[in-house]
């Protein structure tokens, strides 16, 4: 497509394991050299009101808690990204939820060995990045 195609936005998160591990740089500087433009990005925690909101499709499932204690457990780094499809093609880029499995040549394919740990998270849709945004960065609405 070309660059004048409408940009989409998507939010990731660079989860506080990701963090701990100093991969910043290296998550960041693959979406940056793809072609993402990084319009806001902040290191901060989630606390456990937002960790509910964020993932209100989940709170009832036997992995949340400890989902929920590893995210509010150290700072994270939210941005939002945008490009044409970026939601499509950051969720490419990180690959499958379970690092054991994520193909190669994906973010969690090469630096992940867990389906919790994982690095990184992405909007799965152009829905779910609105309501993401929303709640990350009213300010961007
Ligand atoms: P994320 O893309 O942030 O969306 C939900 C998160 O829940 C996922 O990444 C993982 O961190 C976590 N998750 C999903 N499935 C499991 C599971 N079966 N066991 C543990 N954690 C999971």
């Given at each position: 497509m070309s660059s004048t195609s409408p940009a989409e936005r998507t939010l990731v998160l660079i989860k506080p394991d990701a963090v701990r591990r100093g991969l910043i740089g290296e998550i960041t500087g693959r979406f940056e050299r793809k072609g993402l433009h990084i319009e806001a990005m902040v290191l901060r925690a989630m606390d456990a009101q937002l960790a509910d909101q964020h993932y209100a499709e989940h709170?009832?499932?036997?992995?949340y808690p400890p989902l929920k204690d590893f995210m509010t457990g150290g700072p994270l780094v939210a941005m939002v990204l945008s490009g044409d499809t970026a939601v499509e093609i950051v969720r490419a880029m990180i690959g499958a939820t379970d690092g054991r499995k994520a193909t190669a040549g994906t973010i969690r394919g090469d630096l992940s060995m867990s389906n919790r740990e994982n690095l990184v998270h992405a909007s799965d849709s152009a829905a779910s990045a609105a309501r993401e945004i929303a709640l990350w960065f009213p300010e961007l609405g």
């Open positions: 709170v009832e499932r036997d992995f």
